[in-house]
């Protein structure tokens, strides 16, 4: 982790008010690379990353501290919660899409077990402390679940309700943990005696596919767009696993990250749901094919779809209605297809190989 009075040792801060702290779990993953960025940047809580393999050198400095485990242990989570003031909460960790249906059994018990622990660890947190813990939550468009591509081409933008019955693992856990963070925030223990304080305060983005230029996804299914860029940078050939005209809804990281931000940010009475869609650009498979050549132009991009993965993009929604987050917290994503492109992936991704 980084030193140099960051921390519960702060010099400048008195000893008996420690700093608060934000947990961020699967904190090496993608998307805990860019937060992880832009909150040490910020400087205001104490930041403990937990992943289950160590950090890469680059995230390890920018945390003050790293902690390797798994989310599943009971004791380790305890310990954290002791030692540390968490009022905020990243829960990142997850099995993605394609890998949970290969180990379906073990998926379930990251991303739902792991979820109900952490959401337990924060309710019992906030009660301690007389006041909510954040708990901020990546779902993801795999919520949904269409019955087939005709089905899917008519339903256009879904709203957050619309078509929630996910035919993969991973979407049956991100739905129901969508479920649980709504009981833990507004109904945990309802019919107790004693008046239940510090109910969690969940706040959820259905998120879709997310392109980095600093990282390549594992496991997902929305991984041809960020694996077609990546290889192309590198000079690799790539053999997309979808047809060319499969489209679902796709954002730039910096605008993911951006949004679990504001979102955290936001005032509690200006939510009108717990969980909110996010858009940003929605391309067929093919256009992003285009956009690559066009960046490179020697890219050698073919197609071999895998029904499974084929399955999968095509239960997920082409578009997404995501009016609620704009109205409720100002959700605005900085970067449209084009935009992503030349802003932001090909700089950063040919600075990454340079
Ligand atoms: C996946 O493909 O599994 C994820 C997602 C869309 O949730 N990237």
Avoid at 82 to 93: S, Y
Avoid at 118 to 129: D, I, N, S, T
Avoid at 223 to 249: S, W
Wanted: glycine share 8%.
């Amino acid at each position: 982790g980084k030193g140099g009075g960051r921390g519960g040792s702060a010099p400048e801060r008195p000893r008996d008010i420690p700093m608060k702290s934000v947990l961020i779990t699967g904190a090496g993953g993608e998307i805990g690379h860019g937060l992880i960025a832009r909150l040490s940047a910020e400087g205001e809580r104490t930041i403990i990353a937990l992943d289950v393999n160590r950090l890469e050198p680059g995230i390890a400095s920018r945390v003050d501290h790293e902690i390797t485990g798994s989310i599943l242990d009971q004791g380790l989570l305890e310990r954290l919660f002791e030692q540390f003031q968490i009022d905020r909460i990243f829960h990142l960790a997850a099995l993605l899409s394609t890998r949970s249906e290969l180990v379906p059994v073990m998926a379930h018990q990251v991303n739902v077990e792991g979820t109900v622990k952490l959401l337990e660890m924060a309710q019992r947190a906030g009660e301690a402390r007389g006041r909510p813990v954040t708990f901020l939550y990546p779902s993801s468009i795999a919520a949904y679940g269409l019955p087939d591509v005709r089905t899917k081409q008519a339903a256009g933008r879904l709203k957050e309700d619309e078509w929630t019955r996910p035919s993969t693992m991973y979407g049956c856990n991100k739905l129901y943990c969508e479920h649980l963070g709504d009981y833990y925030a507004r109904r945990y223990k309802q019919l107790s005696v004693e008046p239940v304080s510090g109910r969690v305060d969940f706040r959820c983005v259905r998120f879709p596919g997310l392109i980095s230029a600093q990282t390549v996804p594992s496991g997902g299914t929305s991984d041809f767009a960020p694996e077609m860029l990546h290889a192309a940078a590198q000079g690799l050939p790539y053999a997309c696993f979808v047809r060319p005209d499969t489209r679902i809804p796709f954002m730039a990281m910096p605008d993911g990250v951006e949004a679990l931000l504001r979102l955290a940010a936001a005032p509690h009475e200006r939510l009108s749901r717990s969980t909110y869609n996010l858009a940003a650009f929605n391309p067929s498979a093919e256009e992003i094919r285009q956009a690559v050549v066009r960046a490179f132009p020697d890219a050698r991009i073919s197609y071999d779809p895998n029904a499974l993965r084929q399955g999968i993009v095509d239960s997920w929604p082409a578009d997404v209605d995501d009016s609620a987050a704009r109205a409720d917290w100002g959700f605005l994503p900085q970067y449209d297809f084009e935009k992503a492109f030349s802003e932001y992936l090909l700089p950063s991704i040919q600075r990454r190989y340079a």
